[in-house]
């Protein structure tokens, strides 16, 4: 199966993370991108390493780069090697937690490994405040209303919603003016002017290199 290819605005984007941090955390070995590490042709992520990284950025908001790698260190020496992306980890504010596939039972991977504990779970699919406060992170599976993220289309390729026309295909084609969102329908009879504005919209947000919408 070939994965879809994320460039580092959109995975800035969709991630949260900084173009700092993708390259850090890629240097410190936190996490490689899947796709390719090419720093000619550029860095490609794939969808898994997305919501991988939307876990990092959403548990640094209660803990420390080292706690994290030392949560995924704890991973591997508990046997569970797969890409982070295959585990949910989740935090209660003090530790990090390994969620099983129950939904309900974690193993607490910082203070007491391997002790089983019950907490409530945050699903890093949805919007959350960003670590810095600036805005908040986009929910992966719709950036904007109007949008969609389903890895089973275009490989999680972001989409105009109920469409497989991906959103910058429409961002393009109105980014100058020449063609009105209004106009849109007349070369994609499936896409309304407001699906083209929420396209743009999130074409801008790729465009600034942020990884949250204030």
Avoid at 180 to 201: G, H, I, M, S, W
Wanted: hydrophobic letters at 35%; glycine letters at 8%; charged letters at 30%.
């Amino acid at each position: 199966m070939n994965h879809m290819a994320f460039p580092i605005e959109l995975t800035v984007a969709l991630s949260g993370a900084t173009k700092h941090q993708l390259y850090s955390w890629n240097k410190k070995g936190l996490l490689s991108p899947e796709i390719s590490t090419d720093r000619i042709e550029g860095f490609l992520w794939s969808f898994r390493d997305i919501v991988a990284l939307r876990t990092f950025i959403k548990l640094r908001s209660d803990h420390s780069l080292q706690a994290i790698r030392k949560a995924l260190t704890n991973l591997r020496e508990l046997s569970l090697t797969e890409h982070p992306s295959t585990y949910t980890l989740t935090s209660d504010g003090t530790s990090v937690f390994l969620v099983e596939d129950d939904g309900k039972n974690a193993t607490d991977l910082l203070r007491e490994r391997g002790q089983k504990i019950i907490t409530n779970l945050d699903d890093v699919l949805k919007g959350f405040r960003h670590p810095s406060n600036k805005g908040d992170v986009v929910d992966l599976l719709h950036p904007r209303k109007r949008l969609e993220v389903n890895e089973g289309k275009l490989g999680g390729f972001p989409t105009i919603r109920g469409t497989r026309v991906a959103y910058d295909t429409i961002a393009n084609l109105i980014y100058d003016g020449e063609v009105r969102p209004k106009d849109v329908e007349l070369y994609f009879p499936d896409v309304t002017a407001a699906d083209a504005k929420d396209a743009l919209d999130f074409y801008h947000q790729v465009e600034r290199g942020e990884g949250w919408v204030a």
